[in-house]
Nanobody, 126 residues
Framework: QLQLVESGGGLVQPGGSLRLACVAS????????IAWFRQAPGKDREGVSC????????NYADSVKGRFTISRDNAKNTVYLQMSSLKPEDTAVYYC???????????????????WGQGTQVTVSS
């Protein structure tokens, strides 16, 4: 019943852009932190970015700062990850995840997110 679904992944050349979307169903995202994680083959899962319930606070991994932008549209029950200047090292399965904010203003990538999407593949290659 509670579900997150990612979309927008695909194959893109280095330097290109993709916009990922995470749509919630069965609940509203208004009171949730949302985070994007990624996992490449043979590597640990990496927290990419997170956004607070109202969108006023965001965090980014150092590896994506200045290139990725997380945003949310609570009216559409959707969180986005705009990825620009993509590099081959960005190749991974990207997952979105939700966590109740319980009134906290700031999200953290080290938090244990409870609800996860199925993932969407992003491949950056020439």
């Amino acid at each position: 019943q509670l579900q997150l679904v990612e979309s927008g992944g695909g194959l893109v050349q280095p330097g290109g852009s993709l916009r990922l979307a995470c749509v919630a169903s069965g609940f509203t995202l208004n009171y949730h932190f949302i985070a994007w994680f990624r996992q490449a083959p043979g590597k640990d899962r990496e927290g990419v970015s997170c956004i607070s319930a109202r969108g006023g606070s965001t965090n980014y991994a150092d590896s994506v700062k200045g290139r990725f932008t997380i945003s949310r549209d609570n009216a559409k029950n959707t969180v986005y990850l705009q990825m620009s200047s993509l590099k081959p090292e960005d190749t991974a399965v990207y997952y979105c995840a939700a966590l109740r904010s319980f009134g906290q203003a700031m999200c953290e990538l080290t938090s244990r997110y409870d609800l996860w999407g199925q993932g969407t593949q992003v491949t950056v290659s020439s």
